[in-house]
């Protein structure tokens, strides 16, 4: 991580959780200590957002998991940025890998969710990565290039602060199979430069770009030595008390 990126640990609890769980989350993310030059950020169910907001201290943040790409209207089942703003959340994960492979959301509506919340004042963590198939064939930047591409071009260069973007290999996810920090640091040094090449030297050196796929305390702290490595965007691990080491694995 470079020093003028400040360091960035999201937990991505996906679909877990009740009020009981919840709140034992809650506590010992309370409880901490964490490290406070760590912007942490927590990715909730839906239903549990304003939950969350009201119990969590106000130094951590919120996100939702998925939002939609137009304000209001007849779409069962979504939830829209302004609605996400309402109930006093600042942030949404667009474009998670189990969004597009489970979901079968594409680069084009996401590219759309993320220009819509952004326009709408959310902050975003849009997610890219390749599949096992993509980095054994050699496709890995290819894919990661397009992902990127069309999420790039609905950002407007006054909103890049408010971008966080996560590079998760499919194959790392959940799987217990962590991209080496080698691996990781590869792809996120090739990001950095094709942001150089396509948008500009300055949003390429400011945007924190973070890693997910099997984070834990035991691998955190390696992961977060790498140059262009800025944090990390944790789903199972962030379940448990053992997270806190992982939103201080820059210390
Ligand atoms: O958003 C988080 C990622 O999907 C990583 O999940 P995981 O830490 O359970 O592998």
């Known amino acids: 991580m470079a ?16 009020k009981n769980e919840i709140d034992g989350i809650i506590a010992f993310l309370t409880a901490g200590p964490l490290d406070p030059n760590t912007e942490l950020v927590c990715g909730v169910p839906s239903c549990y957002l304003e939950y969350c907001r009201q119990k969590l201290p106000a130094t951590i943040g919120v996100a939702a998991q998925n939002c939609y790409k137009v304000a209001k209207g007849a779409f069962t089942g979504e939830i829209s940025p302004a609605m996400i703003k ?10 998670h890998s189990e969004r597009r ?54 950002i407007p260069s006054d909103k890049w602060e408010n971008v966080v973007i996560a590079y998760e290999p499919v194959w790392a996810i959940g799987t217990g199979k962590t991209a080496s920090p080698q691996q990781a640091q590869e792809v996120h040094g090739k990001l950095r430069q094709w942001l150089t090449e396509n948008v500009n030297a300055e949003v390429a050196q400011k945007v924190r770009i973070i890693y997910g796929g099997s ?37």
């Open 3 to 18: 020093p003028e990126r400040k360091f960035f640990v999201g937990g991505n609890w996906k679909m877990n959780g009740n």
């Open 86 to 95: 309402d109930v006093g959340v600042e942030w949404v994960i667009l474009g």
């Open 101 to 154: 492979n489970v979901f079968g959301e594409s680069d084009a509506l996401i590219a759309e969710k993320v220009g819509h919340a952004l326009s709408e004042g959310l902050k975003v963590i849009p997610c890219i990565g390749e599949k096992l198939e993509e980095r054994e064939s050699g496709k890995t930047e290819e894919v990661v290039f397009t992902q990127m591409k069309a999420i790039v071009e609905k």
């Open 215 to 251: 984070v834990t305390a035991e691998n955190c702290r390696e992961l977060a030595k790498e140059a262009d490595i800025d944090g990390s965007l944790v789903g199972g691990a962030s379940l448990k008390p053992d997270f806190i080491h992982i939103v201080n694995a820059s210390q």
